[in-house]
């Protein structure tokens, strides 16, 4: 298990690749200490010494220790590594190598010793890639703050070594950015100055040369009060006469020049170990001997989640692994700033990093690739082809050989690369919570995101895991220090303006503008699909939800969300599942509106409603929760409802599409399609009870009761009072309940609603059960049997059999009990109805243990145990498990007994029904006393 330690940038400690764990910031300050002077005794005083200076606290010596302890034991499951107690102190035993400080010192001895400039520019670029950002980053101490600026003494040294060495190699025109940057951050350095000055001159650029010279003279003047030294004045006059010594040295060795064409790493990359080791394992294969075809990685996804800066990260970190050079091309296949880049103009541009003239370059394109597949053959090298728009882009750019390795990015799947040459696709989502987090203090620093904890919480929250958009918002927050992090999130806050906080005005920082280069690359129905894909509410859609949103056949629209993910605009995140983020789903949104007239934005949602509202009606059917019908309108022209033809299907229907029945009864109300609101909570009742949804039960009848005032229907408005007066019941409020049952009883008789009226009777008697009076809830009981009966209606005539039987024996009318429950057992099963049954045998396992018949009752209850998991009856399945509980405990079975009470304790705690699990708790904890009082007997 290789163990992999790191100092440059935040101090991290990763075990084959995964990260492990070291604590807070005072533990991880100790680890570094150790990490810089590995292999040496350090004394708990010297340790003290380096962790506070003079502020050392009490007890110094045992918080050290504690320190130690614990990173003893973070560190245990390695190998290679120990730390270690000795006589003078303690000690981390390491192979200096696997400390990213102690190997980038060794790779720069070695290359400064290296008579090949060839290979000591491969060690130089090698130590300088594992730098991650400011060395021990979020530790402050004296002494960490003196190595750090040694350190970037090195570091700057290193930069120097390795610019004249690439300028000795030619390297000048890739040079000039990056020597430009330094040269601005370190403006009196005058080494570094001759370096620009000569990349300049052998660019071609004599008087941006000459006036870089006259820059630093006078910055040296002003600042300094001296003139620039004599090798600066010498390289000036041997520029001013365009002195022959200047030009390019003679070459040595192999003609063929090293490319090396990769973009600077990203700063502060952060989080992607997952799919950093996975590139690793991919492409670390390349030059295998075992290997007969080149290696390909493609990292896929949508615009702005990070695609460039994981490849050109990975690709840093792995110089090493490609000692013959790197290849970089942005192929622009979704760039606003012009058409893709043609594969012969790539293949052109590879020939000349090369080192092929332009003159010995062949005119015919398939030529070119095959010199250029020539060139890299046997060569361990990598080709990095950015931001590719197909498979047939890139595959002019492929090696022959297995001995380099590409890796490819592309908003695109490329399915082609796949298919026909083994390409592993590594698609890339969205940061993990943490990951997020880390970013965001990496780029505004720890103190200024603890600072403002709930407003980092937010502004995470909004940009939802997506790296340009916390880029984004941490690039406003860096260039406003004195804005509080508070004013940005407010104004994420709101979805309708959410995008255009996130606009720089730049293209390259601008989520819309990077959303929109996908959406260009549409045809048009596919563009549509995608707009109408971001008015759909709910966590992600189906796909017979969404062929119903965009009134298309299921097979078409199968098709359209095909497309929409080749470009990485929609992800199918399980089988006909297909999840939008959140930030595109607002930029979809956006776009609807502005093209989509209002008439037929209106329609597709009215179909989606329709879709979810005859489905569930259709699912609430199999349920049978219901005694009664309700009279659909037809669903709207272009919508296709699911059909459900069982209750195991009709169940899994609900479960998967609960959040989005919810939110589309919000959206219903909101566009005053109060027949649909209504009916949709109707069409949840089964589910909701079986599932245990109560407060969401509770929120879609209040919606409910809203748009049946709306629509002036008394019948309506009576259902929604007796769902609310039940949902009340279930949790716990005894005069809400009875306030909305009371109003329901009157409006069925108003409207001569038999049914409703029968079904109110029923409701109020679990109400007066719940109060604890038996007698009134057997009276309601009673009157909904008796109704039920005029009404000819068995099955509701069985429930209210059920209840009554109940409460015959809550009563102590045992006889009276079992006729009931027994007829009621009989017409539940002639109508099949396993929902009804599973409750008449829990009350015949009541009616039994409260007639000391133990052993019967338990047997009933078993039974109705089985059933209720049958029919998912989660809810009413804790409720039977408590009870058989009390039948064990009343044979003595006391081990069976702790069973069934902790299996009812673990589900009312899963539904929030905190009276309930209060009394298991009490339950098992009078086990415990009387098997405490049992030992000590």
């Known amino acids: 298990m290789k163990v992999e330690f790191g100092v440059l940038g935040p101090v991290e400690a990763r075990l084959d690749g995964q990260d492990i764990d070291l604590g807070h910031a005072r533990q991880r300050c100790v680890l570094a200490i150790l990490l810089v002077d590995a292999n040496q005794t350090l004394s708990l005083d010297q340790l003290a010494d380096r962790v506070w200076g003079e502020r050392q606290p009490d007890r110094a010596s045992g918080t050290l220790r504690s320190y130690l302890s614990r990173l003893r034991t973070a560190l245990s499951v390695t190998t290679g590594c120990a730390l270690v107690r000795r006589s003078g102190g303690y000690a981390l035993l390491i192979d200096e190598d696997a400390i990213d400080l102690h190997r980038f010192r060794r790779l720069l001895a070695e290359a400064r010793s290296s008579a090949s400039d060839e290979h000591a520019a491969g060690l130089f670029a090698e130590a300088l890639a594992l730098w991650r950002g400011e060395p021990f980053a979020g530790l402050d101490t004296l002494w960490l703050a003196e190595v750090r600026d040694a350190v970037r ?53 004599q008087a941006d040369a000459l006036q870089h010279y006259q820059r630093i003279r006078r910055r040296l003047a002003e600042d300094l009060g001296t003139d620039p030294c004599a090798a600066l004045q010498r390289l000036h006059q041997h520029i001013l006469t365009a002195d022959r010594a200047l030009a390019l040295p003679a070459a040595t060795g192999s003609t063929a020049p090293v490319p090396r064409q990769l973009p600077a790493a990203p700063a502060l990359f952060t989080g992607r170990a ?51 050079g790197q290849l970089y091309v942005n192929l622009r296949g979704f760039d606003p700033a012009g058409e893709p880049v043609p594969s012969s103009a790539a293949v052109h541009g590879f020939l000349i990093a090369l080192g092929v003239a332009a003159e010995g370059i062949p005119a015919d394109a398939d030529a070119q690739a095959a010199l250029y597949r020539s060139l890299v053959a046997d060569r361990r090298m990598l080709v990095v082809l950015d931001n590719a728009l197909d498979t047939a882009q890139v595959l002019p750019l492929l090696p022959g050989s297995p001995s380099c390795a590409v890796l490819v990015t592309s908003r695109g799947q490329l399915p082609g690369l796949v298919t026909n040459l083994g390409a592993r696709v590594l698609p890339l989502d969205v940061l993990s919570a943490a990951e997020a987090e880390q970013l ?122 095909r497309d929409l993910e080749r470009v990485s605009l929609v992800h199918q995140h399980a089988p006909e599942r297909y999840r939008v983020h959140d930030l595109v789903r607002l930029y979809a949104a956006e776009r609807a509106a502005a093209e989509q007239a209002p008439q037929d934005r209106q329609a597709a949602l009215r179909r989606l409603v329709d879709h979810y509202l005859h489905t569930a009606y259709h699912g609430e059917q199999v349920l049978g929760s219901h005694g009664r019908q309700l009279d659909l309108d037809p669903p709207a022209r272009g919508c296709a409802p699911t059909r459900l033809t069982d209750e195991p299907a009709a169940l899994a229907w609900f479960t998967a599409e609960h959040p989005h029945l919810l939110a589309v009864q919000r959206l219903a109300a909101q566009h005053g399609w109060h027949t649909a609101a209504w009916q949709l909570a109707w069409a949840q009742e089964g589910f909701h009870w079986r599932r245990s949804h109560l407060r969401d039960h509770l929120a879609v009848w209040q919606v409910g009761l809203d748009a049946t005032r709306a629509l002036g229907d008394a019948t309506a408005q009576a259902w929604a009072h007796q769902c609310l007066g039940h949902a009340h019941t279930r949790l716990g409020g005894h005069a809400e309940a009875l306030h909305h049952l009371d109003r329901a009883l009157a409006l069925t008789e108003q409207v001569n609603d038999v049914p409703g009226h029968a079904g109110t009777h029923l409701t109020l008697t679990m109400a007066h059960a719940a109060r604890g009076d038996d007698q009134r809830a057997l009276d309601h009981a009673q009157q909904a049997l008796r109704l039920f009966r005029t009404l000819g209606n068995q099955v509701w005539e069985a429930h209210a059999l059920n209840l009554a039987g109940r409460h015959h024996a809550r009563l102590g009318q045992y ?46 209850y078993q039974q109705a145990l089985a059933l209720r998991r049958e029919v998912g009856a989660t809810y009413q399945l804790a409720d039977t498990l408590y009870r058989l509980g009390e039948a064990h405990a009343a044979q003595a079975e006391h081990g069976l007994a702790r069973v069934r009470w902790q299996q009812a304790l673990d589900l009312y705690r899963a539904q929030h029904r905190a009276v309930e699990a209060d009394q298991a708790r009490r339950r098992l904890a009078e086990l415990d006393e009387r098997t405490d009082r049992g030992r000590a007997r």
């Open 153 to 205: 003494a090195e570091h700057f040294a290193a930069v120097l070594d390795h610019n004249d060495i690439r300028l000795r190699r030619g390297e000048h025109a890739a040079l000039l950015t990056e020597l430009a940057r330094h040269a601005d951050r370190h403006p009196l350095d005058e080494r570094l100055a001759g370096q620009l000055m000569l990349a300049h001159y052998r660019a071609g650029r």
């Open 274 to 324: 997952a799919e950093l080791a996975a590139l690793s394992t991919t492409l670390g294969t390349s030059g295998d001997a075992a290997r007969h075809a080149v290696t390909i990685a493609v990292v896929g996804g949508t615009g702005g989640i990070g695609k460039t800066a994981l490849a050109l990260h990975w690709a840093h970190q792995n110089l090493a692994r490609f000692p013959d």
């Open 440 to 561: 965001l203090t990496a780029r505004l620093g720890p103190d200024r995101v603890a600072a403002e904890p709930e407003a980092t919480a937010e502004l995470l929250g909004h940009c939802a895991g997506f790296p340009l958009a916390l880029s984004i918002a941490a690039g406003r927050a860096a260039l406003q220090p004195g804005m509080p992090l508070a004013a940005l999130a407010e104004e994420l806050r709101e979805t309708a303006t959410r995008l255009r906080a996130l606009d720089t005005g730049d293209l390259h920082a601008s989520l819309r503008a990077v959303f929109s280069w996908s959406h260009a690359a549409l045809d048009t129905d596919v563009a549509t699909a995608f707009q109408l894909l971001g008015l759909a509410p709910g966590p992600d859609i189906s796909l017979p939800a969404a062929a119903s949103l965009i009134g298309t056949a299921s097979a078409h629209t199968r098709e359209l969300l």
């Open 815 to 860: 006889d009276a009990a079992h006729a009931a429950c027994t007829e009621a057992l009989a017409l539940f099963r002639r109508h099949q109805h396993r929902f009804g049954e599973a409750a008449t045998l829990d009350s015949l396992g009541f009616l039994a243990h409260a007639s000391g018949a133990h052993a019967a009752a338990l047997e009933h």
